[in-house]
């Protein structure tokens, strides 16, 4: 659902919309997509779930940082505010789904012995996604979020609600003029961190992967409009997105994990086993980040970039 609502969103953007009515059509598709999977989010029952309405939220917070310049100060403060709120919460959930599900791929490297004792691991991070579980649902229960999702809702409803008054006709507002400004520099945001790789360390290629992640959610919102080009860069995008989440996930595991007591010998020695396969899985995580991001970074790639804007007309 979410997807076709998006794609159908981008359709129907015209060249000529002003910036913010382009970005009312955008938001309105993803709290479409939002409020689709709250009710999975609730029961937990589909891991997906909590990820898609997170990923909602996260491009919804995204698009506000893209062309917030359009929207008055106030609304774009408030809504991004709600939206972290609601993130943050679902976040707490999605961290320890994917952490639960990294440790069941271990499982098969353990002896009987410790596959038990990975299992207690398990229960006991289970039992803390219950709770958070628990505060995700007294928020959805909350005034604050009725609130939230009555107020927005008018503002992806009425044209023109949250916006700037254009002061002069002939002032840049309109998509084709703006926006191949803002995706430009989105990549300039990205192609920067080539003065601080490849020694890079953990906490600036979090850096760099949430760059690469507003590129590509900038991209996709308007790729109906823009060149064919775009679909090979999207691709490359994803998938320097999807190595640099892998080597953050990682570090956020052993952070986690490691800082985990009370564990029993057998349970640390699985911690111990467990933490020692990921750092060899980091180690050659870099390696491939660091040959992908010289094939990235290069002028035939920033040429299919710049090709696709010129269908900004």
Not at 43 to 66: K, Y
Not at 274 to 282: E, F, K, S, V, W
Not at 290 to 301: K, L, P
């Given at each position: 659902?979410?997807?076709?609502?998006?794609?159908?969103?981008?359709r129907?953007?015209?060249?000529?919309?002003?910036?913010?009515?382009?970005?009312?059509?955008?938001?309105?598709?993803?709290?479409?997509?939002?409020?689709?999977?709250?009710?999975?989010?609730?029961?937990?029952e589909?891991?997906?779930?909590?990820h898609?309405?997170r990923?909602?939220?996260?491009?919804?917070?995204?698009?506000?940082?893209?062309?917030?310049?359009?929207?008055?100060?106030?609304?774009?403060?408030?809504?991004?505010?709600?939206?972290?709120?609601?993130?943050r919460?679902?976040?707490?959930i999605?961290?320890?789904?994917?952490?639960?599900?990294?440790?069941?791929?271990?499982?098969?490297?353990?002896?009987?012995?410790?596959?038990?004792?990975?299992?207690?691991?398990?229960?006991?991070?289970d039992?803390?996604?219950?709770e958070?579980?628990?505060?995700?649902?007294?928020l959805?229960?909350?005034?604050f979020?009725?609130?939230?999702?009555?107020?927005?809702?008018?503002?992806?409803?009425?044209?023109?609600?949250?916006?700037?008054?254009?002061?002069?006709?002939?002032?840049?507002?309109?998509?084709?003029h703006?926006?191949?400004?803002?995706?430009?520099?989105?990549?300039a945001?990205?192609?920067?961190?080539?003065?601080?790789?490849?020694?890079?360390?953990?906490?600036?290629?979090?850096?760099?992967?949430?760059?690469f992640k507003?590129?590509?959610?900038?991209?996709?919102?308007?790729?109906?409009?823009?060149?064919?080009?775009?679909?090979?860069?999207?691709?490359?995008?994803?998938?320097?997105q999807?190595?640099?989440?892998?080597?953050?996930?990682?570090?956020?595991f052993?952070?986690?994990?490691?800082g985990?007591?009370?564990l029993?010998?057998?349970?640390?020695?699985?911690?111990?086993?467990?933490l020692?396969?990921r750092?060899?899985?980091?180690?050659?995580?870099?390696?491939?980040?660091?040959?992908?991001?010289?094939?990235?970074?290069?002028?035939?790639?920033?040429?299919?970039?710049?090709?696709?804007?010129?269908?900004?007309?």
């Amino acid at each position: 659902m979410g997807k076709s609502n998006k794609s159908k969103a981008a359709r129907d953007i015209a060249l000529r919309d002003p910036m913010a009515e382009a970005g009312r059509k955008l938001l309105a598709a993803q709290l479409a997509r939002m409020k689709a999977h709250e009710a999975g989010s609730r029961t937990g029952e589909d891991i997906e779930s909590v990820h898609q309405m997170r990923v909602a939220i996260r491009r919804m917070r995204s698009l506000f940082m893209l062309i917030g310049a359009a929207y008055k100060p106030k609304t774009v403060d408030k809504y991004s505010r709600d939206l972290r709120r609601i993130a943050r919460a679902l976040g707490r959930i999605r961290d320890l789904d994917v952490l639960i599900h990294d440790l069941e791929t271990f499982r098969p490297a353990l002896p009987e012995g410790g596959q038990a004792a990975l299992d207690q691991l398990i229960e006991r991070l289970d039992s803390r996604r219950s709770e958070h579980r628990e505060g995700l649902n007294a928020l959805f229960d909350s005034k604050f979020y009725a609130r939230f999702l009555r107020q927005f809702a008018r503002l992806c409803k009425k044209p023109g609600r949250g916006a700037k008054p254009v002061p002069n006709r002939e002032e840049p507002h309109q998509l084709r003029h703006v926006l191949p400004i803002l995706l430009h520099e989105r990549l300039a945001r990205v192609r920067a961190y080539d003065t601080v790789l490849p020694a890079a360390d953990d906490a600036i290629l979090h850096a760099l992967r949430v760059e690469f992640k507003q590129l590509r959610y900038a991209l996709e919102f308007f790729q109906p409009l823009l060149g064919s080009t775009t679909d090979s860069f999207l691709r490359e995008a994803k998938e320097m997105q999807e190595i640099l989440g892998r080597i953050n996930d990682i570090a956020v595991f052993s952070d986690y994990m490691s800082g985990l007591k009370k564990l029993s010998p057998e349970q640390a020695a699985v911690l111990q086993g467990y933490l020692a396969d990921r750092d060899q899985a980091l180690a050659a995580l870099r390696l491939r980040f660091a040959e992908q991001w010289a094939a990235f970074n290069t002028r035939a790639r920033i040429r299919q970039f710049s090709d696709a804007l010129l269908m900004l007309r």
